[in-house]
Nanobody, 122 residues
Framework: QVQLVQSGGGSVQAGGSLRLSCTAS????????MGWFRQAPGKEREGVAVINTSAGSTDYAASVKGRFTISRDNAKNTLFLLMNSLKPEDTAMYYCAAGNFWSLLPYRYNHWGQGTQVTVSS
């Protein structure tokens, strides 16, 4: 079993920054990729960023590329998402996830964090 516990998030004005964290426990060797996803009210969950937990390679959704940075501290089994230049359209519930596919598609992931709200005001 894998448990993912998120922290961070909150409310910020447009142009501001926030950092999300996601700490994994349990059988952390069972997955090779981790990602961040978000879901706004009335919309489908979408992939934001993904990282290969061993190689460190990353990929981003076009909407966040250049503004968001995904990273991982393997010694602490913790995943991060640094969000800069936030926009009101970034407002959503953000989730971390772990799985065995290099993908920004939510259905490829089988372990999920509890979610944390990010609200960006104009």
């Amino acid at each position: 079993q894998v448990q993912l516990v998120q922290s961070g998030g909150g409310s910020v004005q447009a142009g501001g920054s926030l950092r999300l964290s996601c700490t994994a426990s349990g059988y952390t060797a069972s997955y090779s990729f981790m990602g961040w996803f978000r879901q706004a009210p009335g919309k489908e969950r979408e992939g934001v960023a993904v990282i290969n937990t061993s190689a460190g390679s990353t990929d981003y959704a076009a909407s966040v590329k250049g503004r968001f940075t995904i990273s991982r501290d393997n010694a602490k089994n913790t995943l991060f998402l640094l969000m800069n230049s936030l926009k009101p359209e970034d407002t959503a519930m953000y989730y971390c996830a772990a799985g065995n596919f290099w993908s920004l598609l939510p259905y490829r992931y089988n372990h999920w964090g509890q979610g944390t709200q990010v609200t960006v005001s104009s």
